[in-house]
C-alpha cells in the first residue's frame, strides 16, 4: 500500500512538474499568467493521439506532432490574444492583469469548442510506449509509466542546463529578473518574448502528450489541468522555477494519498484546503520571491 | 497609469431617461406577444444580470477580481433549496436565508482572501467554488451530488410574473448599486481600488471597505441565487457551483463595460441572448459567444457601454 502509494506518487508528480514548469517559466519572463494553459497541454495530446492513430511512423511522429502543435497554440496565443492586449495603453496595469486572464480564458473556450468540432468531444489516450511491467519495491508498474517519468525529469534537466549553461537561456533568466537592463545591453525584448512563447509551446506540447498517456486528455479537461497547474504554481511561488518543482511533488503526493485513503472522488480536495491554507500565511507561496 | 474619467461631471440627465425608458420597454415585453421561450431567456438573462453586476462592485470599484462569483451565488441557491426541500420554511424566508448565507459566506471568504493581492487573490477565490462542490458532492446524500436537488414549492407558475421578479430584482440590485457608487462609500472604494496605497495614506481603512462590498455583492449575488432556484425548480452544481459559470459572469461583465454597473447589466443579458441565438450551431455556438467577447475585450477595452461613449466623443 504504502510501496504503491510512492510509486504512482512519484510518477503523476514527475508529469505535474513537467506540465507546469512551462507554466511558471513564462510567468516568470513575460509576466503573463496563461490561463489557456491546460488547454494547449490538451491540444497536444489530442493531436498525438490523432497523428499515432494515422500514421505508421508511431510514437516518434505522435510526440513530433504533439510538440508542433504545442508550439503552434502558444505562438497563436501570443499574436492573436496577449499582442493586441499588451499594444492598448488604455488599460491601466490591474486592469490589464484581470484582462489577460479573462482573455485568455476566453481563449481557452475558443480552443476547446474548436478541438470538440474537429476531433470529436470524447477522452483520449494515447497506447502505451514499451509494453511489459516492472516491478519496483514489489509493485508491479506498466513499464511505460516508469519511462515517461524519467523523460518527464530528463526534459526538467535539459531545461535547466538550457536555461543555465547558454547564452540564449541567460538572456531569459535575465529578463525574468530586470527586463529594462536587458533593454539597456542591446536585446531586443520583442524577440526574448517570441523565444520564451515558442519555448513555453514546446514544453506544454511535451507534457501534453506525456498527460495523454498516463491521465489521458479531452477538449474540456483543459480547465481542471489548468486549475492543478495554476494551484501548483501559485503554492510553489510564482516564477520560481524551482518551487514550482517541489510544490508539484507536494500536490502530486498528496492527491495520490487521498486518492487512495478517501476515494478518487475526492483527489483534489485536501491539496485545494492546504493551498488555502498555505497561501494565507505565506500569501507569495513557499518560495515566491514578493 | 489610469486615464481620468470624465463621466461624472458631463452625462447630464439623459443615462437615468434612458434607463427608465429601456426598464418600462422590459416592463411592456410580456405585453408585446412575445412568446415563453423568449420570455424565459429574458428571464435568465436578468438574472444573470444581477450577478455581472455584483462582480463589477467588486472589480470594477473594489479593484478585486473575484474569480469565485459561483460561491456566492451558490451559497445562497442551496441554502434556498436546502431549506425548501425539507419542508423547513416557505419561499420568502428561503430567499432571504438564501442572501443571508450568501453574505456569511461572502464575509468568510474575505477575510483571508483579501490578505491577498491580483492572482492570488483570483486563485483563493477559484479554489473557493472548487471546494464548495467537492463538499456539495460529498455531501450528496443531503444535496443531491452532481444531479442536484429539486425544490418542492414554487412561486408562480406564470413565466409573466417570473420575468417580473427577475426584472425587478434586476432593476432593485441597478438602483442600490448605482446609488451605492455615487454615495461617499462608492467614492472611497473607487479611490482604494485605484490606489490602495494612497487611499491608505489618507486615513481610509481599507479592509473594512473591501469587506462592505463583498457583503453587497454577495447579498444581491445569494438574493438572485436563491430565486433562480424557485425559478428553475432545481439546484444543481453545474448552474450554481460552477467555475466556468463565474468565468461567464466575468466574461458578461466586461463585454459590457466594468466599472458602470449597467454595462454589466446589459453584458449579462447579452451573453445569455447571444447563446441561445447562435444554439443552432451547436458546439461552435459557444466558440462564436467567445469569439465576440474576445475581440470586444482586444479592441474595445470599455465595452458595449464604452462604445456608445467613443460614439459621443466623435460627434
Request: glycine share 12%; hydrophobic share 55%.
Amino acid at each position: 500500500m504504502l510501496a504503491e502509494l510512492i510509486v504512482s506518487g512519484v510518477i503523476i508528480s514527475a508529469i505535474y512538474a513537467l506540465a507546469t514548469t512551462g507554466f511558471t517559466l513564462l510567468y516568470g519572463v513575460s509576466g503573463i499568467l496563461n490561463l489557456a494553459h491546460g488547454t494547449t497541454l490538451a491540444t497536444a495530446g489530442i493531436v498525438a493521439w490523432y497523428v499515432a492513430g494515422r500514421s505508421d511512423l508511431g510514437l516518434v511522429a505522435a510526440l513530433a506532432a504533439g510538440i508542433a502543435a504545442g508550439v503552434a497554440a502558444g505562438l497563436l496565443t501570443f499574436w492573436l490574444v496577449i499582442r493586441p492586449l499588451q499594444r492598448n495603453f488604455e488599460l491601466s496595469e490591474s486592469d490589464e492583469h484581470v484582462f489577460m486572464l479573462v482573455a485568455t480564458l476566453l481563449w481557452t473556450i475558443i480552443l476547446q469548442e474548436g478541438l470538440a468540432s474537429i476531433f470529436g468531444d470524447v477522452s483520449v489516450s494515447l497506447p502505451q510506449m514499451i509494453p511489459g511491467v516492472v516491478d519496483i519495491l514489489g509493485v508491479r508498474t506498466p513499464a511505460s509509466s516508469v519511462f515517461v517519468a524519467i523523460i518527464a525529469w530528463l526534459v526538467i534537466g535539459l531545461l535547466w542546463f538550457y536555461v543555465s549553461k547558454t547564452k540564449s537561456g541567460q538572456i531569459l533568466l535575465a529578463a525574468s529578473i530586470n527586463p529594462r537592463g536587458l533593454v539597456l545591453c542591446g536585446i531586443n525584448l520583442g524577440r526574448v518574448h517570441l523565444l520564451v512563447w515558442a519555448l513555453y509551446g514546446a514544453l506544454a506540447g511535451f507534457a501534453g502528450v506525456l498527460v495523454a498517456m498516463i491521465l489521458g486528455v479531452s477538449p474540456s479537461s483543459g480547465l481542471d489541468l489548468t486549475a492543478t497547474a495554476f494551484s501548483i504554481v501559485v503554492l510553489g511561488g510564482l516564477g520560481s522555477v524551482g518551487g514550482t518543482l517541489i510544490a508539484a511533488n507536494l500536490i502530486g503526493f498528496i492527491e495520490t494519498a487521498t486518492a487512495y485513503t478517501l476515494g478518487p472522488s475526492l483527489r483534489s480536495l485536501p491539496a485545494l484546503i492546504i493551498l488555502v491554507i498555505v497561501l494565507y500565511f505565506r500569501p507569495q507561496g513557499l518560495f515566491g520571491r514578493r | 497609469m489610469t486615464v481620468p474619467r470624465s463621466d461624472r461631471s458631463d452625462t447630464g440627465p439623459w443615462p437615468y431617461i434612458v434607463a427608465a425608458i429601456v426598464v418600462c420597454l422590459l416592463a411592456a415585453v410580456p405585453f408585446l406577444g412575445v412568446n415563453a421561450y423568449l420570455l424565459s431567456i429574458l428571464t435568465l438573462g436578468l438574472f444573470f444580470a444581477v450577478f455581472a453586476m455584483c462582480w463589477d462592485l467588486l472589480f470594477g470599484y473594489a479593484g478585486e477580481p473575484n474569480f469565485g462569483a459561483t460561491f456566492l451565488i451558490g451559497t445562497g441557491a442551496y441554502t434556498a433549496a436546502l431549506l425548501s426541500s425539507n419542508g423547513l420554511a416557505s419561499p420568502a424566508v428561503c430567499i432571504v436565508a438564501g442572501a443571508i448565507a450568501a453574505v456569511v459566506a461572502g464575509v468568510l471568504l474575505a477575510l483571508p482572501a483579501l490578505r491577498l493581492r491580483g492572482p492570488y487573490f483570483g486563485l483563493v477565490t477559484l479554489v473557493a467554488t472548487l471546494i464548495l462542490r467537492q463538499v456539495i458532492i460529498l455531501f450528496s446524500d443531503y444535496t443531491g451530488g452532481e444531479i442536484g436537488i429539486a425544490v418542492p414549492d414554487i412561486i408562480t407558475i406564470s413565466s409573466t410574473l417570473n420575468f417580473y421578479i427577475a426584472l425587478g430584482a434586476a432593476v432593485l440590485t441597478a438602483l442600490v448599486l448605482r446609488l451605492l457608487v455615487n454615495s461617499p462609500f462608492g467614492l472611497v472604494l473607487e479611490a482604494i481600488g485605484q490606489d490602495p496605497l494612497n487611499a491608505r495614506v489618507l486615513g481610509f481603512e481599507i479592509t473594512k471597505y473591501k469587506v462592505s462590498a463583498f457583503c453587497v455583492s454577495a447579498f444581491f449575488s445569494g438574493l438572485a441565487g436563491a430565486l433562480m432556484v424557485f425559478y428553475l425548480g432545481t439546484a444543481s452544481t453545474n448552474v450554481f457551483v460552477d467555475a466556468s459559470v463565474g468565468v461567464q459572469v466575468i466574461i458578461a461583465a466586461i463585454v459590457g463595460g466594468r466599472r458602470t454597473i449597467v454595462g454589466p447589466a446589459i453584458g449579462g443579458v447579452f451573453l445569455i441572448a447571444a447563446a441561445q441565438y447562435l444554439h443552432p450551431l451547436g458546439s461552435l455556438s459557444e466558440m462564436g459567444v467567445a469569439v465576440v467577447a474576445l475581440v470586444i475585450l482586444l479592441f474595445l477595452p470599455g465595452g458595449l457601454l464604452g462604445a456608445t461613449r467613443l460614439f459621443r466623443k466623435a460627434r
